[in-house]
């Protein structure tokens, strides 16, 4: 009751506002952007492996597909209890905890022998992983309001279209290291890119803080507008839908959100993991050149998900901005069926990747709008969970199609009607007000 007769004052300092969100977006986003970067690249560098992996131990699509899926079956089973421990721990910990354990796992992915190391060493990278992305999710809540939140998040998530930008060429060129000591090339390119998650993890111990309460780089007057902030919003949301751990898993919005996660991911681990052999079976191209054609699309995709964003959080609108992406990649993916042109290939994918990514920034603004306190950690945890078994659906199914009809037509047009029904799912979610 207390909050009551400060909200006017809140209110009425909007250029305060403005300047605290600006300090903690410089303060934090750089900083955990370059940490996802390195998440991001350590998941999708597979699609660069498989160029001599398959050949080396004779994996088929399907053993590809399933080793490249397997990946999310980890990540799902370990984010809700994940996100809870940090809840409990702090981010600080956890998120540097985290980074170094994947980070030891991801460079001992050269040390695979065939089919069940496969398999192993990817499903423990994904358990590793599985806390990073929520935890982060769930980090950045705790910062920024809800205003905010959608470009806050976009600008974060370009890291993942642009770890596919630095990841191509860089991984295209480790590949050329083939039999330097005694090694083969995707050795090397899991060894050294490996690395950087460890020192990072390091660095997360001592960079990071928990909360506006322990930032010694806000003032004051700058903490209290923060903490009252969040405290109303906490406040509203706790009143509308609970607080606990069951008020996200009964709650029907929720489980929609986790659906319309699943449909995105299908599509953005489908590509990220069979593009560079997409577009070797068009071109006949040398692994540098597939590395660098390969960036194309998440050049576009940087770009595009903080524009869309921005406008998001300016028009106050999420459903239309989350769906209306979604329809133009389905859209492009199924045009892309039917190419055989490489450039427009690469055109048609880098709408499709451009419409995925474009996404993420309105659609993860409207579960975090819904949920507080015990809640949001798992409905974060719950939505990313279920959705990135998408991770999972998306290059598994790829690969089945291909190993069956020796064709990528097939699996497109899966991933892109999934893409489709997640944009149709967005649609059916009220946030009120029209949102």
């Known amino acids: 009751m207390h909050l009551q007769p400060v909200m006017p004052q809140i209110e009425e300092s909007p250029p305060e506002g403005a300047t605290v969100v600006r300090i903690l977006t410089w303060r934090l986003v750089p900083f955990l952007f370059l940490l996802y970067i390195v998440a991001y690249l350590d998941r999708i560098n597979l699609g660069f492996a498989a160029l001599q992996m398959q050949q080396q131990f004779a994996f088929t699509d399907a053993v590809y597909g399933l080793g490249a899926g397997i990946f ?4 799902c089973l370990f984010q809700v209890p994940s996100n809870l421990i940090l809840e409990r721990v702090g981010a600080r910990r956890w998120i540097s905890l985290l980074m170094v354990t994947w980070g030891i796992i991801s460079a001992s992915m050269c040390l695979i022998e065939g089919p069940r190391s496969f398999y192993a060493l990817r499903f423990l990278l994904g358990a590793a992983e599985a806390g990073f992305f929520p935890g982060v999710i769930l980090y950045l809540k705790k910062w920024f309001p809800a205003g905010a939140r959608a470009r806050t998040v976009a600008r974060f998530m370009t890291a993942a279209p642009l770890s596919g930008v630095i990841g191509g060429p860089l991984s295209g060129a480790l590949l050329g290291l083939h039999h330097r000591s005694g090694l083969a090339g995707w050795q090397w390119m899991f060894l050294l890119e490996g690395i950087p998650a460890i020192a990072l993890g390091a660095l997360v111990w001592v960079y990071l803080v928990d909360g506006p309460d322990s930032a010694p780089w806000l003032t004051t007057q700058q903490r209290l507008w923060l903490e009252q902030e969040l405290r109303a919003e906490k406040v509203d949301i706790g009143s509308a839908a609970g ?45 540098l050149r597939i ?106 199914l790829i690969g089945v199609v291909r190993t069956s009809t020796g064709q990528f037509r097939g699996g497109l047009l899966g991933v892109g009607a999934t893409l489709a029904v997640s944009g149709a799912l967005a649609l059916t979610t009220r946030l009120g007000r029209g949102k």
């Open 72 to 75: 999310f079956a980890g990540y």
């Open 243 to 287: 607080s606990s751990a069951w008020a996200a898993f009964r709650s029907g919005r929720i489980w929609i959100f986790a659906f319309v996660y699943f449909g995105l991911n299908t599509v953005s681990y489908g590509m990220s993991m069979w593009l560079p052999n997409l577009i070797k079976s068009l071109s006949g191209m040398n692994n």
């Open 291 to 396: 590395g660098a054609l390969s960036a194309i699309p998440y050049v576009a995709a940087a770009v595009a998900m903080v524009l869309v964003g921005t406008h998001s959080d300016r028009s106050g609108e999420r459903r239309w901005h989350t769906a209306v992406p979604a329809f133009a990649g389905a859209t492009a993916l199924m045009v892309a069926a039917y190419t055989g042109s490489v450039g427009a290939m690469v055109a048609l994918i880098s709408v499709a990747v451009l419409g995925v990514f474009s996404m993420l920034g309105p659609f993860w603004a409207m579960p975090t709008s819904l949920l507080s306190g015990t809640a949001a950690a798992a409905g974060i945890a719950f939505i990313n969970s279920i959705g990135t078994l998408g991770g999972f659906f998306g290059p598994y």
